[in-house]
């Protein structure tokens, strides 16, 4: 019994004693909009003001898209520039754009033969996306070229917060949990949600956000490292290259991630 109270302190010390991961400031840019999507590698902004889904790039040239029959944009989802996925949860519908911001594919699930009913989409590999059916309660990978489903879970009871992916992984973070599965639908990591509410992810390491903090999972681990960052009210948060952004206060406010 004195073994296993100590172990619990020493675990309970080592968590609280985790040093906290560093930032440097680079910059702070005035920047007025809903809702910042990300920045990609080349430097190109993609943001939301007044329900127009908007690309600027470096040279300040900017292109629009807007659906005013779908109601308001969701989420949109950047992984793939060249396969934007923009989500109308109220239309139940999901916007394909290529990188001018034309559409490609448009996706109603109300005309499926199957129907879904869609809370939360993210992008998947190849003609995927993966999406959570509030039906049956189930994250599924769907190929909306032949509209079948190539994978999905097991029945999820927790209500979901949030939902981010890459190729090869989803991060879906519920009020209980933060699951990951990979693109069979399996489960490969299960970590238990300590009053996380958001989520981005990069190269496979999780950033969450806890209140107006920040904290850092990395890929193969289940111990979440506390990011040093000044106190503000973060509207978005994501991560590019290595450099994290962050949307407050109506400006973008950009710091260097050390990582040891």
Known sequence: MKYTLY???LLS???????????S??????FKTD???TIDNFGTAYFISNNVFNKKDLNQTIITYNNLQLGDITTANVFNPLKINLFYKDFNSVIILDNRLAEIFRIDFNTLTEYKNVSHVSTGYDNTIWIFNQDNQKLELFDYKTRTTRAQTIPIQSPILDLK???NFCYLLTKDHLYVYNYFGSLVKKTKNNEYTELTESN????????KSLVYLKKNSKTPIPISIPNLLI????VTNETLYIY???????YKIKID
Request: charged share 25%; with cysteine; hydrophobic share 45%.
């Open 248 to 254: 407050a206060n109506e400006a973008l406010q950009k």
């Open 165 to 167: 992916s890459n190729y």
């Open 204 to 211: 496979g390491d999780i950033i969450l956000k806890i209140k």
């Open 35 to 37: 809702r910042f999507i």
């Open 13 to 23: 010390y080592s968590i609280c004693a985790q040093k906290a991961i560093e930032t």
């Open 235 to 238: 509207n978005d948060f994501f």
């Open 25 to 30: 400031f680079i910059k702070k840019t005035d």
């Open 7 to 9: 172990l619990f302190l």
